[in-house]
């Protein structure tokens, strides 16, 4: 069966990007109030316990993963059999991988203190709040965690898009009753693990009437199991180095500067990680369908692809860059104060943390559609063991720009080549990775480009505030916009995205 691609994409993103938005403008209300009704080291602590939680999902391995990519061939070859195994298999997993995930959590339980070097609410019992963290993401695994899987290999995210966006609404319902009449920190957490249950029963129950003829029965044979096997192999150091790549940096701000310039670095981070994970949707959304043409299509015609979509996401990564470098500060005022900012070389930082991260993100979708993880299995391990060891290194002498520029420098002299070179080597082959490594650069020297004409045409438009702020919106949206555009009025890839958007509008006009 040959997927719906340019279908189901443009559904899951248009669902999913509504799901993110809500999820980004809901919690950013959720962390104003928290900072002004409990305070601004509560914040702080939820940052923490959940960057901790991130590194105990490593148990999961990337297992989910690599049974997803191995439902691609069966799903294009109508094998329901072997679908309803690899669903027993997940299944089974998923149970074990919730026992070890309580089982390293309880051990860390004596460190927690060590993490944490001031700033601690004094109402609070940093134990069984962790634990709580905990319990949550046990329950995540446990909850028909493996269904999720059969949304995901067949490009139905948007399914999952429509559950979360009722659940989450409970959720933040509760959680600004209990901040602003009850101030109890347990009862906002309680309502998340409350979201969480709803989410997975809710979401099993539609993936059972959407796929009524899978169920987890039946055992794989001895080459596919061999297969995943060495899938996760590979999944292990990606799934270490990508979490230590996204984890570190809030625990190490946390234990070397404290919770409360963990805060006020969470603040910015908050909005670019906003930013990171709606474009993230458009990975989700896509990597199904790319699974799917690596398999159908000829190797020209997804070399193809890539380069569009690289200059796609090269796009979009210039204009959020701009709006960043034009509209932090104004924003920070209006929602924090001015005693709570950081200097316009913090900003430089993060705006070139973001562009370089989305370029390996959208190369890492090649990979993972692909399942080139046992390829490719040493380079995010080592990528993320020179990031934590910069981290360590520069934090102690210039603060927040080494944790930062730590990642940068990670990806750009290790991650990201090496990445490209798996990626040309295993999948095209037949093209130069020079040729595509010079594209990159093109771009990126566009980008600053239009990043530095839209920030100065940005300040033309006095800063007073929420009145002025989304005129200095409209300016960096349109302005950067329309720069990239003229830079590169005669690439076909552009005309090609002009196309596939104006036949996605008309197809929803019908």
């Known amino acids: 069966m040959k997927i719906q691609r340019t279908k189901n994409a443009s559904r899951n993103v248009l669902f999913g990007s509504i799901q993110k ?25 939820n940052n923490l316990f959940s960057s901790i939680l991130q590194v105990l999902n490593l148990a999961e391995l990337g297992i989910g993963a690599a049974l997803v990519c191995s439902m691609y061939a069966p799903i294009a070859e109508d094998d329901t059999d072997k679908i309803c195994a690899l669903m027993n298999l997940y299944k089974k997993i998923f149970r074990i991988i919730g026992l070890v995930v309580l089982a390293l959590g309880l051990i860390l339980v004596p ?66 009753f209990v901040l602003i009449f009850l101030r109890n920190y347990y009862l906002y957490l309680g309502s998340s693990i409350l979201a969480q249950v709803m989410t997975n029963i809710i979401t099993a129950i539609r993936v059972d009437k959407i796929y009524p003829e899978y169920h987890p029965r039946g055992k794989l044979d ?43 670095y969470q603040n910015y981070y908050f909005i670019l990680s906003s930013v990171i994970s709606i474009l993230s949707i458009l990975y989700q959304s896509v990597i199904a369908g790319i699974g799917n043409s690596l398999i159908v299509e000829n190797q020209k015609k997804n070399y193809y692809d890539f380069q569009t979509m690289t200059f796609g996401i090269s796009f979009i990564s210039a204009v959020c860059c701009s709006c960043f470098m034009g509209l932090f500060q104004p924003f920070m005022k209006v929602w924090m104060g001015e005693d709570r900012l950081l200097s316009y070389s913090v900003i430089i930082c993060l705006v070139v943390y973001f562009y370089i991260f989305e370029i390996d ?83 990126a020297i566009a980008a600053m480009v239009t990043v530095t004409v839209t920030f100065y045409a940005s300040q033309i438009v006095p800063d007073k505030g929420i009145i002025t702020f989304p005129i200095k919106l409209f300016v ?23 196309i596939i958007l104006q036949r996605i509008v008309k197809r929803k006009n019908r």
Not at 21 to 45: D, H, K, N, S
Not at 246 to 255: E, K, P
Not at 387 to 415: A, D, E, F, K, M
């Open 476 to 498: 960096c949206v349109i302005c950067s916009s329309a720069l990239f555009c003229l830079l590169f009025w005669r690439n076909e890839h552009l005309k090609r995205i002009s």
């Open 111 to 176: 460190f927690l203190p060590k993490l944490i070097a001031s700033d601690t609410p004094n109402d609070l019992n940093i134990y069984y709040l962790y634990l709580m963290y905990l319990g949550n993401t046990v329950l995540s695994y446990w909850l028909f965690a493996y269904k999720n899987s059969l949304l995901s290999a067949h490009q139905r995210t948007d399914v999952s898009s429509k559950v979360m966006i009722l659940t989450n609404t409970v959720q933040y319902i509760l959680q600004i």
């Open 21 to 45: 938005v809500y999820q980004i403008i809901m919690p950013f209300i959720m962390r104003t109030l928290m900072i002004y009704y409990m305070g601004i080291e509560y914040a702080g602590l």
């Open 222 to 264: 001895s080459r596919t199991v061999n297969d995943i096997k060495k899938k996760v192999q590979g999944l292990v150091t990606n799934k270490i180095g990508g979490t230590i790549l996204r984890s570190a940096d809030s625990i190490v701000v946390s234990a070397f500067l404290g919770l409360s310039i963990l805060a006020v």
């Open 361 to 443: 993100q959208m190369i890492g979708a090649y990979k993972d559609a692909a399942g080139i993880w046992y390829e490719d299995r040493f380079r995010p391990l080592l990528t993320a063991l020179l990031n934590l060891g910069l981290n360590i290194i520069l934090v102690r002498y210039i603060g927040l720009y080494g944790v930062l520029l730590s990642t940068v420098i990670s990806l750009v002299v290790l991650g990201i080549p090496w990445l490209i070179h798996n990626v040309f080597t295993l999948l095209f082959d037949s093209e130069k990775p020079i040729s595509y490594v010079l594209l990159l650069v093109k771009y």
